[in-house]
């Protein structure tokens, strides 16, 4: 997959679960990408991580960490 068709997955997959509610909780990074935990307390399945491999993905989501904290 090439990077701009990883980074638009993995934002989409972002985008998704902002819209149905879900907030960032935690970050760990690692050598092989972040792992973003996704929390909606309303939500059956309240809790959701996410391998973030692509850095422009990284930036992406960081960006929306500023936006809404």
């Known amino acids: ?3 701009y068709k990883e980074f638009l997955n993995e934002k989409g997959q972002i ?4 819209e149905k509610g879900y ?3 935690n970050i760990r990074e690692t050598l092989d990408g972040a792992f973003v935990e996704f929390e909606n307390q309303g ?3 309240n809790l959701i991580t996410l391998h973030i491999m692509n850095a ?3 930036k992406y ?3 929306l960490l500023l ?3």
Do not use: A, P
């Open 1 to 3: 997959m090439t990077s």
């Open 15 to 18: 985008d998704s679960l902002i």
């Open 23 to 25: 907030k960032i909780n």
């Open 43 to 45: 939500e059956t399945v």
């Open 56 to 58: 422009d993905t990284r």
């Open 61 to 63: 989501f960081v960006s």
């Open 67 to 69: 936006k809404y904290t």
